[in-house]
């Protein structure tokens, strides 16, 4: 079973053309046939949602956005073309895809289980720009465990949960004066229990 990198995909560009950029998505009635359609898709990059549903839900507006989850992660669905086989032409790349229907796109993922994030965009001007990064870590106030989040959870963390302690809400901010605090605690109740 892959990791998945759950993502969230705007795209800019003329209806028309966003419509059948969209159309690269693997939907629900699509899920383990596009190998044998031939047509162009993005490898492993799921919409979970039917076509015609996503037309009416996500093709009104200008940016489009909505979510994917990608097998492993964004860049080796969109970017490297997954699966590279030289006979699989119907597997196409961001880039192929961009160009051919004229619009620009931003996709941010998340990937939790490897910790790490990326952001991928295609404009005209700057053409197709990948970063991936790990994600941030907190120590936990309570029990010290070290845990990743996505950068845009760090300002609301009093609701997550220490994987170790299941203790909810405390982490720290400062991760290295922390674990020395939490160190000279510990060798001050050694010394009272003595």
């Given amino acids: 079973m892959p990791n998945w990198a759950s993502g969230y995909v705007e795209v800019k560009g003329k209806p028309k053309d966003i419509k059948n950029f969209c159309k690269l998505f693997i939907f629900e009635e699509e899920e383990g046939k596009k190998n044998q359609i031939q047509k162009h898709y993005f490898a492993r990059s799921f919409v979970y949602s039917t076509w015609e549903d996503f037309k009416k839900e996500e093709l009104s507006q200008n940016p489009v956005g909505f979510a994917v989850d990608f097998a492993w992660a964004g860049g080796t669905c969109l970017i490297d073309g997954y699966p590279t086989e030289k006979d699989n032409k119907n597997c196409v790349?961001?880039?192929?895809?961009?160009?051919?229907?004229?619009?620009?796109?931003?996709?941010?993922?998340?990937?939790?289980?490897?910790?790490?994030?990326?952001?991928?965009?295609?404009?005209?001007?700057?053409?197709?720009?990948?970063?991936?990064?790990?994600?941030?870590?907190?120590?936990?106030?309570?029990?010290?465990?070290?845990?990743?989040?996505?950068?845009?959870?760090?300002?609301?963390?009093?609701?997550?949960?220490?994987?170790?302690?299941?203790?909810?809400?405390?982490?720290?901010?400062?991760?290295?004066?922390?674990?020395?605090?939490?160190?000279?605690?510990?060798?001050?109740?050694?010394?009272?229990?003595?």
């Fill in 93 to 194: 790349t961001l880039d192929w895809a961009c160009k051919k229907y004229n619009v620009e796109v931003d996709i941010q993922t998340e990937e939790r289980s490897e910790c790490f994030e990326e952001h991928i965009a295609y404009t005209k001007k700057g053409g197709l720009v990948y970063n991936s990064w790990n994600m941030p870590t907190k120590n936990c106030g309570i029990c010290g465990n070290e845990q990743s989040f996505p950068t845009q959870m760090l300002d609301s963390l009093e609701n997550e949960e220490c994987y170790e302690c299941e203790n909810v809400g405390k982490w720290g901010q400062d991760d290295e004066l922390q674990k020395m605090v939490r160190e000279k605690m510990e060798k001050i109740k050694e010394k009272q229990n003595g």
